[in-house]
């Protein structure tokens, strides 16, 4: 068992995921597009969808937002919900192609944080807060979700390499001899 | 490369129904999430403490570069702000120590006996929908879930969770805030200020050495807390005179009252030209009514949003609400802050038909949006006093 945890995804995931939980509480706070912070955590969730799946990218997603919740003082699964869902969504990207273009992964990551964003609101909503769609939302989930795709290029391999996946190295078949 | 699956997709699925099993049992109050959650944030202490040292010079380079044109402004309007109000404090202080005798000696409600501490803002909320702020001492210093937390300008939140060193407060621009109030009558001047010289020189003189002679008030909820004495009331914009003596109002009391500082002492010592001026001059009346209008619950709206009064009952032959009246905290049986903590102004009236009432838009006093410094007064409501 302890070689599975050892050789799993939160070995490394866990410990990238409370470096840029403490990034995002501190650093992130300051440098604001447009007034809205930029989720850097989300951007991770819907990255390490783009890099691993739709399965993996949920299961990091669900981690870091745990983790989110518990740091933040949230109802531990409300930032969950969300982040699982933004890994999950980028994850369709394998459905389409196997070993994607960087400008793919950038446009699923995209995708992914914007549906993560747009969550967090209905979440609240389900938790008995009153109004969370603001108007600002729609400057928020833009800003989020494109920040997220910029940052795409940086999270999609550290993502990869936190949950331990290997670029598919595509090799010609070996030629059959000649008869 | 992963394959979007039927199995796969039932991953996703109990992952989902465990955000949702975790929710519900967060929200209903666990203690075995409540003790995660505070070891994940001293697992999450050095950590953040590291990324700070990192973090704090880059985000004071930013703030430098984006910012440095909007600090030199308002640093000059601070200066001028404080140039008016050194010649008025002390006889403020001095003012409301007489105002907390004789709440004293009416045995009324006020602050004065409500400990307080001071708290140091560490963090705010990363995401854009929450307005939570991170205070640096919780459970250990006596914090409690509901403590009501003030600033220098008035009330700004309220406690939402607390570990051993840390708490969270939920300012009162958040949705979720909700806070019983009393919308007061804006303070008029029903006489004209009686000016006596003993200098002799007339009030225009005194202006010819004074240029600056118009300010707000200047009692600070935190000057009140450290003198042990109550929260200034309804403290908005009262005019105050340099040259013809502060005011001190009592809005408390119906149709107003004011109470008459002694001047020479209060300013005893003061070298600026200001203060001298001041203290030549010693009477001044003038009466203020702040009649209590309607009680209502301010609910905070979001970020970028300011907060708005609602269940109120306008009733025109009584009192009419209006732009620039005083919001205070109600206190109350139920409520989890005392009464008469300085909210806000309101700034603007929206009529809604039918049984609704009107909305009042409330423009806090604190500025929420930044932070530094911060006072948690122990209150425990009665509500939740054990038996």
Redesign the interface.
């Given at each position: 068992m302890l070689a599975a945890i050892w050789q799993g995804p939160f070995i490394r995931l866990v410990p990238a995921g409370?470096?840029l939980?403490?990034?995002?509480?501190?650093?992130?706070?300051?440098?604001t597009v447009a007034?809205?912070?930029v989720?850097v955590v989300l951007a991770l969730a819907a990255a390490a969808g783009a890099a691993?799946?739709?399965?993996?990218g949920?299961?990091a997603g669900?981690t870091l937002?745990?983790?989110y919740d518990?740091?933040?003082?949230?109802?531990?699964?409300?930032?969950?919900?969300a982040m699982?869902?933004a890994g999950?969504v980028a994850?369709?990207l394998?459905?389409i192609v196997?070993?994607p273009q960087w400008w793919l992964a950038m446009l699923f990551t995209t995708l992914g944080a914007a549906v993560g964003?747009v969550m967090?609101?209905v979440?609240?909503l389900f938790?008995g807060?009153?109004?969370?769609f603001?108007p600002?939302l729609t400057i928020?989930v833009p800003v989020?979700a494109i920040a997220a795709g910029l940052l795409s290029p940086v999270f999609v391999p550290l993502a990869r390499w936190c949950l331990r996946i290997k670029r598919?190295d595509w090799v010609a078949p070996p030629r059959e001899p000649a008869l | 490369m992963a394959i979007y699956t039927v199995g796969r997709r039932r991953v996703i699925f109990g992952l989902l129904l465990t955000c949702a099993l975790l929710l519900t049992l967060d929200l209903r109050g666990n203690p075995v999430l409540d003790r995660a959650r505070d070891g994940f944030s001293r697992v999450m202490s050095p950590v953040e403490s590291a990324t700070d040292v990192i973090a704090t010079p880059l985000g004071r380079a930013w703030n430098g570069i984006t910012e440095y044109d909007d600090l030199e402004r308002k640093n000059q309007a601070l200066q001028d702000q404080v140039d008016r109000l050194i010649g008025t404090q002390a006889t403020a202080r001095l003012s409301v120590e007489e105002y907390q005798e004789l709440l004293a000696l009416l045995s009324l409600d006020s602050l004065a006996g409500i400990p307080t501490e001071v708290a140091k803002v560490v963090g705010a909320s990363s995401n854009n929908l929450d307005q939570i702020i991170e205070i640096n001492k919780g459970r250990s210093s006596g914090f409690k879930v509901g403590m009501p937390v003030v600033n220098q300008a008035g009330l700004i939140g309220k406690i939402t969770s607390v570990t051993d060193n840390t708490a969270k407060v939920l300012l009162i621009t958040d949705a979720r805030y909700v806070v019983p109030v009393r919308v007061l009558g804006a303070p008029e001047a029903d006489s004209t200020p009686t000016n006596t010289n003993p200098s002799g020189q007339t009030n225009e003189e005194l202006e010819d050495l004074v240029a600056t002679t118009v300010g707000p008030s200047t009692t600070l909820v935190t000057d009140v807390l450290n003198t042990g004495t109550t929260l200034p009331q309804n403290d908005v914009d009262p005019v105050i005179f340099a040259d013809v003596g502060p005011l001190v109002t009592d809005p408390g009391a119906p149709g107003g009252e004011s109470f008459e500082p002694v001047v020479g002492e209060a300013s005893a010592g003061l070298d600026d030209p200001v203060d001298l001026v001041a203290a030549a001059t010693t009477t001044t009346t003038t009466v203020l009514t702040l009649a209590a209008k309607e009680f209502g619950a301010l609910e905070g709206r979001g970020r970028g949003l300011i907060p708005q009064i609602r269940f109120l009952q306008d009733n025109p032959s009584i009192a009419v609400l209006q732009e620039g009246d005083l919001v205070v905290t109600a206190g109350g049986f139920d409520s989890l802050a005392p009464p008469d903590i300085p909210v806000g102004v309101v700034i603007n009236r929206a009529d809604r038909s039918g049984p609704g009432g009107p909305l009042l838009d409330v423009l806090p006093y604190a500025d929420v949006t930044k932070l530094n410094f911060i006072r948690v007064v122990k209150y425990t409501p009665l509500s939740e006093v054990e038996q």
């Open positions: 409370m470096v939980l403490a990034l995002q509480r501190s650093l992130f706070v300051e440098f007034g809205v912070i989720q691993a799946g739709s399965e993996r949920a299961i669900f937002g745990v983790m518990m740091l933040e003082g949230l109802p531990i699964g409300s930032t969950a919900v699982t869902l999950a994850g369709l394998a459905v196997a070993d964003e967090l609101p979440v609240r938790t807060v009153p109004d969370p603001e600002r928020v989020v598919v | -």
